[in-house]
């Protein structure tokens, strides 16, 4: 096992095994919350390993004691001064587009998930090509209703339009790692201990095909699901949420978050504060 040569990151690592680039989300201190320059990183280590012929399968995973609890909420215009709608669009537009990389990626993309994997992060999961959980994972939207038509779209041709609307309808809902399996989300749940370890076996398995077989195989499955309109979906996605932002009740939600900070506002709102309840 070594470091990938190339430029070093701040948000991310690298690190390459006998075929495998095994590449972790390194923000512990906020559970590896996506903010713009992880983004950008991603999109510069996916590059980085294409290029490298020694990588057949990556493998993205998290630091410490999460996946990740999904974007950073303090940059990413949720709790911020009034922004302009088109500005908000573009900004997650961006955000999606660089996520989308992974889906166009011309290698298999592995997501191996454990503790708390929540709202933008599972977008990142979905768009891989296969996801193990640990069993104990938490798996979740989240906890405010400050947007919408952005996150759980995606997960509907995974677990089903009534079980994503269940999902979707009621703010910070979770499920389990095993029941993520269940119902479609991942492929399968694993012991947390044994995480990393099923992981490797599985990648590499994958790594023996070569590369330009694994490719085709990958393209001609993605062409089944973007026939049935999910890319556009996705990218639709954008819209609804930048839309949603700029309603009244969500710029309620935006100056609560201001004023008392994510934790206040999450109080708030299960105290029926919010909304004039």
């Known amino acids: 096992m070594s470091e990938s040569n190339g430029p070093s990151f701040e948000t991310l690592s690298l690190i390459q095994e006998e075929g495998i680039c095994w590449l972790t989300l390194s923000r512990p201190e906020t559970l590896n ?39 950073d909420l303090g940059k990413q215009g949720y709790s911020s001064e009034e922004t302009d709608i088109v500005d908000d669009y573009e900004t997650l537009h ?33 768009f891989c090509d296969i996801t193990v959980v640990a069993e104990d994972a938490v798996i979740g939207l989240p906890a405010l209703p400050a947007g919408g038509g952005f996150i759980t779209p995606l997960w509907t041709p995974l677990i089903g339009p009534k079980r994503a609307k269940q999902m979707s309808f009621v703010p910070n809902s979770r499920i389990s790692g095993e029941t993520a399996a269940e119902w479609g989300w991942a492929n399968y749940a694993v012991p947390a201990a044994g995480l990393e370890e099923n992981v490797r076996q599985l990648a590499t398995q994958i790594a023996r095909v070569p590369a330009r077989i694994l490719r085709m195989k990958k393209m001609s499955i993605n062409r089944v699901w973007e026939t049935m309109g999910f890319t556009h979906a996705a990218l639709l996605g954008a819209e609804t949420d930048a839309l949603l932002h700029h309603s009244k009740e969500c710029r309620e939600v935006s100056a609560a978050i201001r004023e008392k900070g994510l934790k206040g506002a999450i109080e708030s709102f299960n105290a029926g504060d919010l909304f004039g309840d």
């Open 33 to 71: 919350a996506i903010n713009a320059a992880m983004l950008r990183e991603l999109e510069q280590a996916l590059d980085l390993m294409e290029k490298d012929d020694r990588v057949r399968v990556l493998v993205i995973r998290g630091e410490g004691r999460a996946f990740s609890s999904g974007y």
């Open 94 to 126: 961006t955000n999606l587009k660089s996520m989308m990389r992974i889906w166009s990626y011309p290698k298999p993309v592995i997501a191996a998930v454990h503790g708390y994997c929540l709202a933008g992060a599972t977008q990142l999961c979905v």
